[in-house]
């Protein structure tokens, strides 16, 4: 009885949880005055018109494709460089493991954004202001320190067995690593790379501070001009928002397993 409880409280929360969503889903398909009669009704013909007038006159096409290539660049990059210092800082034991552990631990723990006028004077000088490839850069390098703590963890639960079966089969470290390590730790990947994306995705701050040309501006800064221009247009406002929601709601879906694994790993150890 008790388990019947618990399960009819989460569904409860899923469906309420799920209600704003359903509403912006519904609502992305019915014209402004149909939404404005009935708030909550059920669209009563096709209006893929939001749609396209969304992703044309609305130019919701230039922020996804700049979003796209940014944060998945982003992330790519931010993945590969802190595999590479995790791998040895949670396999392999040397002088200063720890210090250097510590080093990119402190990155979390300093507040970014109090770095932002430096920063900018450092991108500046290299001519990255105004660059997707500035905007990259500085995505990549602020998920370092959390998934270098996230992977480096899982690295050091790993048994130190399979570094010596390895090494019996003739593997060197990279082949180690490629073979043996990284198809371990996949889950891990798979959680730091949607704890990423997610902020990533929905960041406003940088991309309005390093951004000037409407045409390199990414999904959150785009949706301000977006809102601004339409905000009569309740039904191709409702269209935007679910092609920026999209994206998120495919990467959850894809990677939930792997996320439920990396955050359970060690549960049972």
Avoid: C
């Avoid at 595999?83 to 990155?107: M, Q, V």
């Avoid at 730091?192 to 999904?219: A, C, G, H």
């Avoid at 406002?237 to 792997?258: C, D, E, N």
Wanted: glycine share 8%; aromatic share 14%; net charge neutral.
């Amino acid at each position: 009885m008790r388990t019947l409880w618990i399960k009819l409280l989460l569904w409860g929360y899923a469906v309420f949880s799920m209600a704003p969503l359903v509403v912006m889903v519904l609502s992305s398909f019915r014209p402004t005055s149909e939404i404005f009669d009935d708030p909550i009704g059920l669209p009563t013909g096709s209006a893929f018109d939001n749609y396209a007038k969304a992703w044309t006159e609305a130019s919701f096409s230039t922020y996804v494709v700049n979003s796209v290539i940014v944060v998945v660049s982003a992330v790519l990059l931010g993945a590969v460089v802190s595999l590479l210092a995790a791998y040895p800082l949670g396999r392999r034991r040397f002088g200063g493991r720890g210090l250097f552990t510590a080093y990119f631990i402190s990155g979390m723990t300093l507040p970014a954004h109090l770095g932002v006028l430096p920063l900018f004077y450092l991108l500046e000088s290299m001519g990255l202001v105004d660059s997707l490839l500035g905007l990259i850069l500085v995505y990549a390098a602020g998920s370092i320190p959390f998934n270098v703590f996230v992977l480096t963890a899982f690295f050091r639960q790993l048994p130190y067995e399979l570094d010596e079966a390895a090494s019996l089969d003739g593997a060197g470290p990279l082949a180690t690593f490629w073979h043996v390590m990284l198809p371990l730790v996949r889950p891990a990947i798979a959680t730091v790379i949607v704890f990423q994306f997610v902020p990533l995705w929905n960041d406003f701050f940088y991309p309005l501070v390093l951004m000037r040309d409407e045409s390199k501006l990414t999904l959150p800064v785009g949706l301000t001009h977006f809102f601004g221009e339409f905000q009569n247009d309740w039904g191709t406002l409702f269209a935007g928002l679910v092609m920026t929601t999209i994206p998120l709601v495919v990467l959850f879906v894809l990677a939930t397993r792997q996320i439920v694994a990396g955050l359970t790993a060690g549960m049972n150890r």
